[in-house]
């Protein structure tokens, strides 16, 4: 009787890592082993841990390193200074997990922060979005923290994009819409439409990622529970003054994709109330009245209080900010004219 032929075994595909966390770092020393340890000490463990050391001139590519060497499901990718959207890029590039979670390198987790994002039950074209606490320097003796109002919400493939543009805006208006680092995307959604940070913005390049990729989505899931902890740094980008032609810049780019079918008028009139204020912010921080940067910022708050009327339907004015927004905008820049919008911005503080 001949021997049977030996059957092929049917090629099994490994499960894919459930999450690639990335986390931009440069000089961050101070704070990288407490962020570190904080992500390896998750309660679910099947994730892996991508830390991109951008140039950085301190201990922390050597902190990177040791970790690595310790823990296998540390990778570690050392690069010259690019920025913290080249280093995000390159995290991508590297991912191999089913979604990607970014977290800064002086933040630090609660050990359910995955397994919060991972039960969610989201897929590809879906986002989950966290609450967090966030950290102030002590004053007064005191500690300064503070937890966002993030409300729980579910809304369902079935349920669809409009539902889901309904729960952006109530994110947006609390300020918790465009960071990367609260939130959990789909890797195959971000492979599928070529997502990638913009390394030529060196502000709100975050915010523009998330834009980006919240056109598409179908689901979402948001927890009022908070399992990540922002830590104030004074100096960082995100406190530094901002550079008005880059400010004016990024949200042009980011009223441009509101603009686009994808996003509800609530979302329009919102970016265009918190551009209003950060205009308003850095005319102020302005060295003289008479600068070019003032008039330029001044003409721009002119043009974006003209669209945030536009947007501006009674059922978006929900709060006394809303109210006061609009009365100072009126006030500032109704009149049209740059000079007399620089004068009460900048002389009556408005």
């Known amino acids: 009787m001949k021997n049977r032929p030996d059957i092929e075994k049917p090629h099994i595909r490994p499960k894919p890592m459930q999450v690639s966390v ?15 340890e904080s992500i390896l000490c998750q ?52 991912a ?34 966290t609450n967090l606490i966030e950290e102030r320097p002590p004053h007064g003796g005191r500690e ?21 543009m309904v729960v952006l805006a109530e994110l947006l208006r609390i300020r918790c819409f465009g960071w990367t680092w609260n939130k959990m995307f789909s890797r195959a959604t971000i492979k599928r439409l070529g997502l990638r940070f913009d390394e030529t913005l060196s502000y709100a390049e975050d915010e523009v990622f998330t834009a980006r990729y919240c056109c598409h989505i179908t689901h979402l899931v948001s927890h009022s529970h908070p399992t990540y902890r922002y830590r104030f740094v004074a100096g960082s980008l995100l406190h530094r003054p901002i550079d008005p032609e880059v400010l004016i810049r990024t949200r ?37 009245s008479e600068s070019p940067q003032a008039d330029l910022l001044a003409r721009t708050m002119i043009d974006n209080w003209q669209r945030l009327r536009r947007y501006a339907r009674p059922e978006y004015r929900r709060s006394f900010y ?22 009460l911005v900048r002389g009556l503080h408005l």
């Open 22 to 36: 990335i986390v931009p770092v440069y000089k961050a020393e101070k704070y990288l082993e407490a962020c570190i």
């Open 43 to 94: 309660t679910m463990p099947d994730f892996e841990l991508l830390l991109v050391d951008d140039g950085s001139p301190d201990r922390s590519g050597a902190i990177c390193d040791r970790y690595a060497a310790r823990d296998g499901r540390v990778r570690v990718f050392h690069g010259s200074n690019r920025g913290v959207s080249r280093a995000r890029n390159t995290g991508l590039d590297q």
């Open 96 to 129: 191999r997990g089913e979604f990607v979670v970014f977290v800064d390198a002086d933040d630090t987790l609660a050990p359910d922060h995955l397994e919060q994002f991972c039960n969610s039950g989201i897929g590809e074209d879906g986002i989950v979005f």
């Open 144 to 164: 300064r923290v503070r937890q966002y109002p993030v409300p729980d919400r579910r809304i369902t493939p079935q349920q669809g994009h409009a539902a889901c």
């Open 252 to 288: 042009t780019l980011l009223d441009g994709i509101y603009a686009t079918e994808y996003y509800n008028d609530e979302m329009r009139y919102l970016t265009c109330r918190l551009f209003f204020s950060r205009l308003r912010r850095e005319l102020r921080r302005c060295a003289s």
């Open 322 to 343: 809303d109210r006061k927004i609009l009365l100072l905008g009126w006030l500032a820049c109704g009149g049209g004219k740059p000079r007399r919008t620089i004068r």
